[in-house]
């Protein structure tokens, strides 16, 4: 048995290969695969990005794996960067050609595709945008959601969205507001339109900025004088589609979970767990997140070192008491 960096009462954290650490789970024991790879761009990251002429089959290898070990209505979720080609302000295709692979020759479907745009992004790639002039800035993220089978388990009424000012005046006065007409696009849309379901359907174009500065992770970071991991994803992301395809108890696996989002997010909703991360620095940074508020500099830098030392960590006491706190502050 695999010892893992640091756990909780609901997951754990491991630090190793990813396709190794995946073959210790039961085959069709994982309801949700959820994870950021590092993508395919021409320079070099300090987190081991792979170059575009060998990504695709790089990444088919994890997830000839991952179909292995998902529940026959369960998802894996792949979010992908853009990117240009070499020398040249023209893109890339090396995720489209990602989900024609895992479709064509991994037998997975495509259930939704979405697009995840970041507000906050700033300006790239500098060379086409900042000072040739010629391109927009990149800021939308392909994120393709992959079933097992047809029918991949999901409830869209977890995910449901604030309606708008518009919309909240037809449900307070539905018969002034709004009459049953057929569109001129064809649709007949009746009365049932002004009833309320609690709240909007959520379209597949994600709009959560990536602006996190003063989290425990980042704090944690600060306080000891280290690098956060460079390409963190917002916890918005994970969060929507933990809540949107899995349930309570229900198994979520990060298979590159860097500073481990989806573990902490999926902590927080009661599912169970499990993260890897090949680089163990990275590792004993993420469990920042499972700190108490107001732990010391001395406290948080023994942590680190810790797991670096090999040191199993369990946070699963601290992490019951501090969800008794959050169910009594409300």
């Given at each position: 048995?695999?010892?893992?960096?640091?756990?909780?009462?609901?997951?754990?954290?491991?630090?190793?290969?990813?396709?190794?650490?995946?073959?210790?789970?039961?085959?069709?024991?994982?309801?949700?695969?959820?994870?950021?790879?590092?993508?395919?761009?021409?320079?070099?990251?300090?987190?081991?990005?792979?170059?575009?002429?060998e990504y695709e089959d790089w990444l088919c290898d994890f997830a000839r794996?991952?179909?292995?070990?998902?529940?026959?209505?369960?998802?894996?979720?792949?979010?992908?960067?853009?990117?240009?080609?070499?020398?040249?302000?023209?893109?890339?295709?090396?995720?489209?050609?990602?989900?024609?692979?895992?479709?064509?020759?991994?037998?997975?479907?495509?259930?939704?595709?979405?697009?995840?745009?970041?507000?906050?992004?700033?300006?790239?790639?500098?060379?086409?945008?900042?000072?040739?002039?010629?391109?927009?800035?990149?800021?939308?993220?392909?994120i393709w959601w992959f079933g097992k089978t047809e029918w991949p388990k999901?409830?869209?009424?977890?995910?449901?969205?604030?309606?708008?000012?518009?919309?909240?005046?037809?449900?307070?006065?539905?018969?002034?507001?709004?009459?049953?007409?057929?569109?001129?696009?064809?649709?007949?849309?009746?009365?049932?339109?002004?009833?309320?379901?609690?709240?909007?359907?959520?379209?597949?174009?994600?709009?959560?900025?990536?602006?996190?500065?003063?989290?425990?992770?980042?704090?944690?970071?600060?306080?000891?004088?280290?690098?956060?991991?460079?390409?963190?994803?917002?916890?918005?992301?994970?969060?929507?589609?933990?809540?949107?395809?899995?349930?309570?108890?229900?198994?979520?696996?990060?298979?590159?979970?860097?500073?481990?989002?989806?573990?902490?997010?999926?902590?927080?909703?009661?599912?169970?767990?499990?993260?890897?991360?090949?680089?163990?620095?990275?590792?004993?940074?993420?469990?920042?997140?499972?700190?108490?508020?107001?732990?010391?500099?001395?406290?948080?830098?023994?942590?680190?070192?810790?797991?670096?030392?090999?040191?199993?960590?369990?946070?699963?006491?601290?992490?019951?008491?501090?969800?008794?706190?959050?169910?009594?502050?409300?």
């Amino acid at each position: 048995m695999i010892t893992p960096a640091y756990k909780t009462h609901l997951g754990a954290c491991f630090c190793g290969d990813s396709l190794k650490l995946l073959e210790t789970l039961d085959d069709e024991s994982v309801n949700l695969v959820i994870t950021s790879p590092p993508f395919a761009l021409l320079r070099k990251k300090a987190y081991g990005n792979k170059e575009q002429h060998e990504y695709e089959d790089w990444l088919c290898d994890f997830a000839r794996a991952v179909k292995r070990k998902l529940r026959s209505d369960g998802s894996f979720v792949l979010d992908l960067g853009g990117a240009y080609e070499k020398g040249s302000p023209s893109r890339s295709l090396y995720n489209f050609r990602v989900l024609l692979r895992f479709c064509d020759d991994l037998g997975f479907v495509l259930a939704e595709d979405f697009y995840w745009y970041n507000p906050s992004k700033l300006p790239s790639p500098i060379e086409w945008v900042n000072k040739r002039k010629l391109r927009a800035k990149d800021a939308v993220n392909t994120i393709w959601w992959f079933g097992k089978t047809e029918w991949p388990k999901a409830d869209v009424s977890k995910v449901l969205m604030p309606y708008s000012d518009r919309m909240k005046k037809l449900l307070d006065d539905p018969d002034g507001f709004y009459q049953p007409a057929k569109r001129p696009s064809g649709h007949d849309v009746g009365k049932g339109f002004g009833k309320d379901n609690g709240g909007a359907i959520p379209p597949n174009l994600l709009q959560i900025p990536n602006s996190e500065s003063n989290g425990a992770y980042l704090s944690g970071c600060k306080a000891i004088n280290i690098k956060g991991h460079p390409a963190r994803f917002p916890a918005k992301v994970p969060e929507f589609f933990i809540r949107f395809l899995t349930d309570p108890d229900d198994l979520v696996v990060d298979i590159f979970s860097g500073s481990n989002t989806t573990g902490y997010v999926a902590e927080m909703e009661k599912r169970r767990w499990m993260s890897y991360e090949a680089n163990l620095e990275y590792v004993a940074a993420s469990a920042f997140r499972f700190l108490p508020p107001n732990t010391s500099a001395n406290q948080i830098r023994a942590t680190y070192q810790k797991i670096l030392d090999g040191e199993c960590l369990d946070f699963g006491d601290i992490w019951a008491k501090q969800e008794r706190l959050f169910a009594a502050s409300g």
